[in-house]
Every structure is written in C-alpha cells, then in structure tokens.
Nanobody, 121 residues
Framework: QVQLVESGGGLVQVGGSLRLSCAASGSIFSINYMGWYRQAPGNQRELVASITRDGRTNYADSAKGRFTISRDNGKNTVYLQMNSLKPEDTAVYYC???????????????WGQGTQVTVSS
C-alpha cells in the first residue's frame, strides 16, 4: 500500500503565499512523476504542476510565474510553493505520485486526500 499525505493548505488573503507538501510512504520501489491537481466547486479537476524524478517541470498556464513545484526524492515528498495567490486559486488541491512498488511492477498513480486552499479578497 502507498499513502500520500498532504499538508499546508489554509486561508490566505489575495497576494499571499502558501506552501503545500505531500509525502508518499509505504511500499515504494520508485516514484516517477509527482504533481498537483486542483478542483474548484463545479469545475473539473485540473493539472496545476508536475515534476519528474530528475526535476523536469510542467505548469498550467494559470500557475506559470506564480507557483513553483519541487521534490525531495530522498523523502518521497513533493512541494508546491504558491505566491501571488488570487481568489480563482481557491480549490481543493490534490497531490499525486506515480509509484512502482517493485522492480517488476509498472507505475500506478496514487492520490492524496486533498487539502483546501481558500484565497480571500
């Protein structure tokens, strides 16, 4: 079993910053992609940012220039630094990790439980 535990969400004013963390634990042989999605009420879940094991990153247009994704492979943890937050960033943020539990197994996507980010104006 693989578990992803998120932390760092909360309430922040417009223009403020938050840092989300997501730690993976359990039967982990290797992790490929890690990243963050978000889902606002009434909207579909959308990709915010992703990062490969060797540090290649990808961002949604809405996140470019404001958000920074990073990871610590030794801790199986991914981070999302969010700056210059806007009301439209309000959503539940979900982390994910593509995990292989053994050398002979393929990668499977696991999800965190979600953490609420609310940006007030």
């Amino acid at each position: 079993q693989v578990q992803l535990v998120e932390s760092g969400g909360g309430l922040v004013q417009v223009g403020g910053s938050l840092r989300l963390s997501c730690a993976a634990s359990g039967s982990i042989f290797s992790i490929n992609y890690m990243g963050w999605y978000r889902q606002a009420p009434g909207n579909q879940r959308e990709l915010v940012a992703s990062i490969t094991r060797d540090g290649r990153t990808n961002y949604a247009d809405s996140a470019k220039g404001r958000f920074t994704i990073s990871r610590d492979n030794g801790k199986n943890t991914v981070y999302l630094q969010m700056n210059s937050l806007k009301p439209e960033d309000t959503a539940v943020y979900y982390c994910y990790a593509e995990v292989a539990i053994a050398r002979t197994e393929g990668f499977r996507r696991y999800w965190g439980q979600g953490t609420q980010v609310t940006v007030s104006s």
